[in-house]
């Protein structure tokens, strides 16, 4: 079982003017996939404090899968993905492809997602959007492959080639 660790970014919701409902969906998901959440968060649209809750969780160890909700639209306080950017190590862009791929057969505006994914020390970092119904869609379309990606990150058996599913 993986630690996981759910981020909403919002300033509606951190000021309490709106109940965050992203958050709660996403870590349910994950519950229901087998991670044990072990820590969930709102933060207000403001980069260093997204950078921050990512850069501590990762360093500390605290969730091998960190997954943030919010704030990669065009709007101009949207800085998720550049807080995501700025304290991952490596990314992983097939991620973001992926889940722009299942959307875009939902909407075309899935093409406007700017969410984006990468790795800080052993812990994998995923953006999705802040609307409950995108992020569910997004989660759902790489949900299954994340486990073995988590597997390899911790220094685990890296042959997929051998894999069938």
Same mark, same amino acid.
């Given at each position: %079982?993986?630690?996981?660790?759910?981020?909403?970014?919002? !300033?509606?919701?951190? #000021?309490?003017?709106?109940?965050?409902?992203?958050?709660?969906?996403?870590?349910?998901? $994950?519950?229901?996939?087998?991670?044990?959440?072990?820590?969930?968060?709102?933060?207000? !649209? *403001?980069?260093?404090?997204?950078?921050?809750?990512?850069?501590?969780?990762? !360093?500390?160890?605290?969730?091998?899968?960190?997954?943030?909700?919010?704030?990669?639209?065009?709007?101009?306080?949207?800085?998720?993905? *550049?807080?995501? %950017?700025?304290?991952?190590?490596?990314?992983?862009?097939?991620?973001?492809?992926? %889940?722009?791929?299942? @959307?875009?057969?939902?909407?075309?505006?899935?093409? $406007? @997602? #700017?969410?984006?994914?990468?790795?800080? *020390? #052993?812990?994998?970092?995923?953006? #999705?959007?802040?609307?409950?119904?995108?992020?569910?869609?997004?989660?759902?379309?790489?949900?299954?492959?994340?486990?073995?990606?988590?597997? %390899?990150?911790?220094?685990?058996?890296?042959?997929?080639?051998?894999?069938?599913?």
């Amino acid at each position: %079982m993986y630690r996981a660790a759910v981020l909403t970014v919002s !300033d509606r919701s951190f #000021r309490g003017e709106r109940p965050d409902a992203g958050g709660p969906l996403i870590a349910q998901m $994950l519950r229901d996939a087998g991670y044990d959440v072990v820590l969930t968060a709102i933060v207000p !649209d *403001e980069q260093a404090e997204i950078e921050a809750f990512l850069a501590d969780a990762a !360093d500390r160890r605290v969730a091998e899968l960190i997954v943030t909700t919010g704030g990669t639209g065009f709007a101009p306080r949207d800085v998720t993905p *550049e807080a995501t %950017m700025a304290v991952c190590q490596r990314m992983t862009p097939g991620i973001p492809e992926a %889940m722009r791929y299942a @959307s875009m057969q939902v909407t075309n505006r899935a093409m $406007l @997602s #700017r969410s984006q994914a990468g790795i800080r *020390e #052993r812990s994998l970092i995923i953006n #999705r959007p802040g609307s409950p119904k995108a992020a569910k869609e997004n989660l759902e379309a790489v949900l299954p492959a994340l486990a073995h990606g988590l597997e %390899m990150l911790a220094g685990g058996p890296a042959d997929c080639a051998s894999l069938t599913n």
